[in-house]
Every structure is written in structure tokens, then in C-alpha cells.
């Protein structure tokens, strides 16, 4: 962890936006440091960053949720953004998606580990789950295109619900191909919006795509 990341992390600021969940989410952080580049989870660039990158960053999907009860994150990988929307909306009951075994073994592992009775470990892909289950939100970051997002997501998103999906900048350019998608799950128009956690913290890139 580099000195700035931790000054980040353990900032008035970061405390004060967590709230009381705060000491969960440090707890997170703690075992990512720990673990995560070990485990295959993380890269090693990553490390230095985790607090910005990484958990702020996934942070900023939390308010574009509004009041979803139900809430699934495919392709969690380490927790991202599952794990903390998991912790910052324990009223929301939370399935994490992924295909790969040692990373839902993770998850599982960090849900129990940190009393996060709201997680649900689903192991498999997302296309997998069409008809087993619905959800008022679908959330991902770093998972696909969102052509292919938009397929994956939207069978799983309720009518009324809506998918977020954390984006790079340049996600306007994917709008166009995913129109046909779109259409066919009776999707609205993406809405291309400003993520943002605390000063000082980088902003991100939020698409929330509602379905009709
Ligand atoms: C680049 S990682 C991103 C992980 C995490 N969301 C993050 O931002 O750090 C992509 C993840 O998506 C998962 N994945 C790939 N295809 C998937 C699918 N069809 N359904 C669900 N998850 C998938 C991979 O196993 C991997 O864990």
C-alpha cells in the first residue's frame, strides 16, 4: 500500500462516507492487502491503490441503487463492486456472480468472515442464471463490453429494475452496438452519469440502463 492510499483510506473523509460501515469495508480492504495478490485475485499494480481504484471506486455504483432490495454484481471476481455494496447496503440482499471456483471460494470466504449475512455466492456464469432468478438491480465493473453486458444483465433485471454498470470514459462508443440488445429486453435509453465518493478520490463513469 503506498503512503497516499493509506492517507486515503484512513481519512476523515473515507471514515465519515462509510459511516458505521466503515470498520467492515477497512476490514475488506485488510484482507485484499493481505491476500488478494496471493490468491490471484488482484494484480500486483494494484495493491498500491486499493483504497482509490478499487473500493471508492466501487462505492460510487451505491447511490445510482437507490432503493433495490435485490441487487446482483456479475462477474464479482474479488468482491468488486459486490462486496461493497454488500457492506454500505445491508437492507439489500446481494448475489455475487462468478464462473471461477478459487474466486467464489474468496467471496464466500469474506461474506462469512466479515457476518455478511445478505451475500448469496452464486457460482457460474450470469448467462446461466436467466430464469432462475430476478433482481430489482444488476450491477458489474470490468466484466464486459455492453453489448455483451447488456445480455449477460438484463435477464436478470426485473421490469422496473435497472442495470449499473462502472465504466471507463470512453463507454459512449459501446452504446450503438448494444441498441439491438437493448431493444430486445425493452431497455431505456443509458443514462451516462458521474460517479463520485469523497474529495480527492477519482471520479468514475456510471451507465444505468433501466428496463421498461
Ligand atoms: C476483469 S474481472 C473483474 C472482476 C471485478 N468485477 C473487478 O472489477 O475487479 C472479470 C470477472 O468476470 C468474470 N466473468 C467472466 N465472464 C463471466 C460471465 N459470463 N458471467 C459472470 N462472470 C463472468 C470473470 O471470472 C472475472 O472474475
Do not use: C
Not at 490471484?40 to 498500491?48: A, F, Q, S
Not at 438491480?137 to 433485471?157: F, I, N, Y
Not at 452504446?175 to 480527492?200: D, H, M, Q, S, W
Amino acid at each position: 500500500m503506498t503512503d497516499a492510499d493509506e492517507v486515503l483510506g484512513t481519512s476523515t473523509a473515507v471514515r465519515d462516507f462509510f459511516g458505521d460501515r466503515y470498520d467492515l469495508v477497512a476490514g475488506y480492504h485488510r484482507r485484499l492487502l493481505e491476500e488478494g495478490e496471493l490468491r490471484g485475485l488482484i494484480g500486483p499494480r494494484e495493491v498500491d491503490r486499493l483504497w482509490e481504484r478499487h473500493i471508492l471506486n466501487s462505492a460510487a455504483v451505491v447511490p445510482f441503487l437507490s432503493s433495490a432490495s435485490s441487487v446482483a454484481d456479475i462477474g464479482s471476481g474479488a468482491g468488486l463492486p459486490g462486496i461493497v455494496v454488500a457492506i454500505m447496503r445491508p437492507d439489500a440482499e446481494v448475489f455475487l456472480v462468478e464462473p471461477m471456483e478459487r474466486r467464489t471460494t474468496w467471496l464466500s470466504e469474506i461474506a462469512e468472515d466479515l457476518g455478511l449475512t445478505n451475500v448469496v455466492v452464486k457460482h457460474g456464469r450470469a448467462e446461466e442464471y436467466d430464469g432462475a432468478f430476478e433482481v430489482q438491480a444488476v450491477t458489474s465493473r470490468a466484466v464486459a463490453a455492453l453489448s455483451k453486458l447488456a445480455r449477460m444483465s438484463l435477464p436478470l433485471v426485473r421490469p422496473g429494475g435497472e442495470m449499473v454498470v462502472l465504466k471507463g470514459r470512453s463507454v459512449e462508443r459501446e452504446i450503438e452496438p448494444a441498441r439491438k440488445v437493448l431493444r430486445k429486453y425493452k431497455a431505456a435509453e443509458p443514462e451516462i452519469l458521474e460517479g463520485r465518493t469523497v474529495e480527492g478520490a477519482e471520479s468514475t463513469t456510471v451507465v444505468r440502463i433501466r428496463r421498461r
